[in-house]
């Protein structure tokens, strides 16, 4: 017998990107690298970065005003404010509180979310719970970053694969019968494990170094990881919804090297052309790489109502973890 249950639906999406775009050619002349040693190892041809003055608050604004828009809502309509990112304006307070205030939302509450590349899962597993558990009707969820402010210029192998931008959703809370037929969030599965701290990570912070400091990466470790780690993520979201892999229409993963979404797709037996990428002209945005990613494939009508979307990310910590969405 099925029950009615609290489902958190998608209302709405958004995305912003800085307008200055570079290239690979564009770092090949200020190191000693390539447009194809690029695109060859990480798939990546682009990517955009923040303004000079352009912070993170102000990307993830822009990408929530347009989430509002698609969505048909206002500001008076949000209860809840979530934002994932590694690149705050300030080390406090919150980017969501600045969201919250240029946005005009004055009633409910704000906050962000620290899971560096798999944030926005964790923001949208927090704020799927928020609603389930009766005390948020509405979340905005946004991912933000402004990655170009941590990387090391004299460092090729990290510097060239990093990218900004925003993106955001709607969530609205409706009702389901508890089965996967039904619309919304399906379920999230977070996972994480301190150990592997060295992998990925920046090397200063407020109470360590006083500095901001560089991002610092393992890369072959990290894709090692991503790999495995994300591929058991994806099964245990399948599981959860009683949905085999082969079923679901869509992966929309976080964007950091094509040879990891290649894998992934491999590992898992999928169809390569289910697997949304935008690696090449976004780069690693990390938070926002999901949402960025999602924003493109429901915006050029690939995902459509009623289908399944797997989304999943990797980040420093190590961090890790999927969500299953009835769109």
Same mark, same amino acid.
């Given at each position: 017998?099925?029950?009615?249950?609290?489902?958190?639906?998608?209302?709405?999406?958004?995305?912003?990107?800085?307008?200055?775009?570079?290239?690979?050619?564009?770092?090949?002349?200020?190191?000693?690298?390539?447009?194809?040693?690029?695109?060859?190892?990480?798939?990546?041809?682009?990517?955009?970065?923040?303004?000079?003055?352009?912070?993170?608050?102000?990307?993830?604004?822009?990408?929530?005003?347009?989430?509002?828009?698609?969505?048909?809502?206002?500001?008076?309509?949000?209860?809840?404010?979530?934002?994932?990112?590694?690149?705050?304006?300030?080390?406090?307070?919150?980017?969501?509180?600045?969201?919250?205030?240029?946005?005009?939302?004055?009633?409910?509450?704000?906050?962000?979310?620290?899971?560096?590349?798999?944030?926005?899962?964790?923001?949208?597993?927090?704020?799927?719970?928020?609603?389930?558990?009766?005390?948020?009707?509405?979340?905005?969820?946004?991912?933000?970053?402004?990655?170009?402010?941590?990387?090391?210029?004299?460092?090729? &192998? #990290?510097?060239? %694969?990093? $990218?900004?931008?925003?993106? !955001?959703? =709607?969530?609205? @809370?409706?009702?389901?019968?508890?089965?996967?037929?039904?619309?919304?969030?399906?379920?999230?599965?977070?996972?994480?494990?301190?150990?592997?701290?060295?992998?990925?990570?920046?090397?200063?912070?407020?109470?360590?170094?006083?500095?901001?400091?560089?991002?610092?990466?393992?890369?072959?470790?990290?894709?090692?990881?991503?790999?495995?780690?994300?591929?058991?993520?994806?099964?245990?979201?399948?599981?959860?919804?009683?949905?085999?892999?082969?079923?679901?229409?869509?992966?929309?993963?976080?964007?950091?090297?094509?040879?990891?979404?290649?894998?992934?797709?491999?590992?898992?037996?999928?169809?390569?052309?289910?697997?949304? &990428? #935008?690696?090449? %002209?976004? $780069?690693?945005?990390?938070? !926002?790489? =999901?949402?960025? @990613?999602?924003?493109?494939?429901?915006?050029?009508?690939?995902?459509?109502?009623g289908q399944l979307v797997l989304l999943e990310a990797l980040g420093g910590g190590m961090t890790w973890g999927a969500g299953l969405i009835r769109w």
């Open positions: 017998m099925t029950r009615s249950v609290i489902r958190s639906h998608v209302l709405g999406y958004g995305a912003y990107l800085p307008e200055n775009i570079v290239t690979n050619n564009d770092f090949a002349q200020r190191m000693d690298t390539s447009d194809e040693w690029i695109r060859t190892r990480t798939g990546i041809r682009q990517r955009h970065f923040a303004a000079e003055g352009e912070k993170t608050s102000d990307l993830a604004v822009k990408a929530a005003e347009a989430a509002l828009k698609n969505a048909g809502c206002t500001a008076a309509d949000i209860d809840m404010v979530v934002v994932a990112t590694t690149t705050p304006d300030e080390t406090f307070p919150s980017v969501g509180t600045m969201v919250q205030a240029r946005l005009g939302i004055t009633r409910g509450f704000a906050f962000d979310v620290q899971a560096v590349c798999s944030g926005f899962i964790y923001a949208l597993a927090t704020a799927d719970n928020f609603i389930k558990s009766g005390q948020a009707r509405s979340a905005l969820v946004i991912g933000a970053e402004t990655m170009s402010r941590l990387l090391d210029w004299e460092d090729r &192998s #990290t510097c060239v %694969l990093f $990218g900004d931008g925003a993106g !955001a959703i =709607v969530l609205n @809370a409706g009702e389901g019968q508890g089965t996967a037929a039904d619309r919304g969030i399906l379920n999230t599965q977070l996972f994480s494990d301190g150990r592997m701290h060295d992998l990925l990570y920046v090397d200063g912070g407020p109470s360590s170094t006083g500095t901001t400091g560089h991002l610092r990466m393992m890369g072959k470790e990290v894709f090692k990881h991503a790999v495995n780690n994300i591929s058991v993520a994806i099964e245990a979201s399948a599981k959860a919804a009683g949905v085999p892999v082969e079923e679901i229409d869509w992966f929309v993963p976080h964007q950091a090297n094509q040879r990891i979404l290649d894998g992934i797709a491999k590992k898992l037996n999928v169809d390569a052309s289910k697997v949304i &990428s #935008t690696v090449a %002209l976004h $780069g690693n945005t990390s938070a !926002a790489s =999901v949402p960025l @990613a999602l924003a493109t494939a429901v915006g050029d009508g690939r995902i459509k109502p």
